[in-house]
């Protein structure tokens, strides 16, 4: 057993921690272009687009992120290219959060009020013109707070990437464990870190949600 003490555990964890922090970003901006595209065409696309994207948010809402994650890093494979965990981990994680991003601003932009698309069409505006000008100043700002939210579950969804050998939070925590048996104290520093990397996230966006009711009202 290697002697490690509490520092060498969680100076090896906040060396973990970086790539959980860039993995998510990754899948969070990635997630983020990808939604936007799919909802521009869900939107504009007519209906068969729309059927299309509808069934691309209900495949990664409606099929387990471990089992996406497994099939990236796998099922890549099967066309001959040699994929990592660090490729698979990152389109498994963007495809995933792309489909629950585009739910999200869809009902952010079906929630605006009939009128306000009838009144932008009366001015002769364009569609482009319309979401540019009228519809997306409102819908953003509907939008912020769970975006943001979001964040957090893309942060902890990271954590299934250790399934496929990626070196996060979560797999160095494994590693380090097995190398000190103290699994305790060791994973007790993996959700402190979870949770303060976690924590201030989703009081902003409580924070956001809370001042745009107030706007709102």
Known sequence: MTDFSLWDILRNLL???RWTVVLSLIAFIGGGLVGALLLFLRLRGGSAMGRAVGLYVQLFQGTP?????????????????DVSAWTAASVALTLYTSAFLTEIW???????PKGQW??????ALSFSEQM????????VKIAIAPTVGFLVQVIKGTALASVIGFVELT??????????????????CVALLYFVLCFP?????KNLERKSHGRRA
């Open 118 to 123: 009838e009144a932008s069409g009366s001015l």
């Open 201 to 205: 996230v989703s009081l902003y966006a």
């Open 65 to 81: 992120l471990l089992m996406q994650l497994f099939l990236a890093y796998f099922g890549i494979a099967l066309f001959g290219i």
């Open 15 to 17: 060396m973990a921690l």
């Open 106 to 112: 869809r009902g952010c932009v079906a929630s605006i």
């Open 171 to 188: 797999k160095a925590g494994s590693m380090i464990s097995n190398a000190t048996f103290k699994p305790f104290v060791v994973f007790s």
């Open 132 to 139: 540019r000008h009228v519809i997306l100043p409102q819908a």
